[in-house]
């Protein structure tokens, strides 16, 4: 497995107010009226970050999987710099750089990309799996722990049970019921895929577990990453 040092870009955003113009630049160019591939087949790759801010250290893992089999085809992971300051809502700009890095240092592509966080169901309707989405070109998906601040009903208790995740009147994502009658898992498009595949994708990766295997097998990578990690000196 490769590991890289990611650096961030000279002219990453530094203030709140420019994150926030990036986002809407960037927003603009979200693809949503593509299905995306059909779930099952190819590949898919789980990306995940951890956090030291004592080190002022971030570490991401992307670890690809055969979407059929669910096997691990190739992992890479990446340590940083902390790239922004926490701010609701901006949270991407602290770990787009780190994430690309992982993306870049895999020996083989990633096919369907999907984040731990939010895609449209975010507050500016463009959460990490978006941007990520329209800096790569990849379809990408989210699949959060929490609705952030949207509302749903509870979906029925059996697994593939699905309710609407709103702002207001506007579906922003789903609430995916993945393991009979466990708490489910908040699914959102991030580009270049519709959001009935966003959440069969999400049930195909979920055969035994709340969290898809791409979000387990990514996390505990970079968890370990940071823990390993050397960086700065």
Known sequence: MRTVT????????ATEERARAVQDELRARAVLDEPGPPPGTGRVTGVDV????????????????????????????????ISFPYVPGLLA?????????????????????????????????????????????????GVAKNPFTFTHDEPDASRGSTSPLLDGAEEVGRAVRTRDGVKPVFVSVGHRVSLDNACAHTLALAPAYRLPETTRRADALCREALRAATYPA
């Open 93 to 141: 700009f602290r770990e787009i750089p780190t994430v690309l890095a992982a993306l870049d240092a895999l020996p083989c592509p990633p096919g369907l990309v999907v984040c731990d966080g939010y895609g449209l169901a975010h507050p500016r309707r463009f959460g990490l799996a978006s941007h990520l989405g329209v800096l790569t070109g990849l379809p990408t998906i």
């Open 6 to 13: 990611a650096q961030t870009p000279a002219d990453w955003p």
């Open 50 to 81: 951890a956090y030291d801010d004592e080190r002022d250290v971030v570490a991401a893992a992307a670890v690809v999987l055969d979407a059929a089999t669910l096997g691990v085809v190739a992992e890479s992971t990446a340590v940083g710099r």
